[in-house]
T-cell receptor, first 114, second 114 residues
């Protein structure tokens, strides 16, 4: 069975602060994919990143960065110099090789205070 | 631009009513999904379909059925709505096959059952 845990239910930070959203996963599969999705107030989830289990390189995209550590089964997401537009619910998700079904975490609501 | 459209953003129904939630995608994707989103529980998979007239149960199919008569349309049916089905319902379609695709979501349908 697969499981994704996002222990932080809600986080609030002041604008321009850095913030890290934690994601811990469990899977017995050796090949799997990890995802992050953003759900802004409009409701539509937006894909941010997919990372496969063989690629542990950190990734940076503008103010966003992701730290994948297989040793701790974690795939954490950091926003640098946060902005009000980053306010959203963020979901971490997992699927295993050859399967289209994603298992989602419970989400972290991030509020950026102006 | 990729588009998943859910017919109703907000619905209010009474206990025992039959409810149809419609979802249309314009990307010619084979795989489509219905998720339910509840606070503290994240997204849970209700049903998915990998082809016309093909469906599979997800993690919480009880009280729901689905219909996929055309590739672009995937409907979620509550045969007899109950108050515990008050929730946000999210439709998604999946680009590609296997685990290398990406989920595209609609804006969600918030259902209240009185």
């Amino acid at each position: 069975a697969q499981k994704v845990t996002q222990a932080q239910t809600e986080i609030s930070v002041v604008e321009k602060e850095d913030v890290t959203l934690d994601c811990v996963y469990e899977t017995r599969d050796t090949t799997y994919y990890l995802f992050w999705y953003k759900q802004p107030p409009s409701g539509e989830l937006v894909f941010l990143i997919r990372r496969n289990s063989f690629d542990e390189q950190n990734e940076i995209s503008g103010r966003y960065s992701w730290n994948f550590q297989k040793s701790t089964s974690s795939f954490n997401f950091t926003i640098t110099a946060s902005q009000v537009v980053d306010s959203a619910v963020y979901f971490c998700a997992l699927n295993f090789f050859g399967n289209e079904k994603l298992t989602f975490g419970t989400g972290t609501r991030l509020t950026i205070i102006p | 631009d990729v588009k998943v459209t859910q017919s109703s953003r907000y619905l209010v129904k009474r206990t025992g009513e039959k409810v149809f939630l419609e979802c249309v995608q314009d990307m010619d994707h084979e795989n489509m999904f219905w998720y339910r989103q509840d606070p503290g529980l994240g997204l849970r998979l209700i049903y998915f379909s990998y082809d016309v007239k093909m469906k599979e149960k997800g993690d919480i199919p009880e009280g729901y059925s689905v219909s996929r008569e055309k590739k672009e349309r995937f409907s979620l049916i509550l045969e007899s709505a109950s108050t515990n089905q008050t929730s946000m319902y999210l439709c998604a379609s999946y680009s590609g096959t296997g685990s290398t695709g990406e989920l595209f979501f609609g804006e969600g349908s918030r259902l209240t059952v009185l």
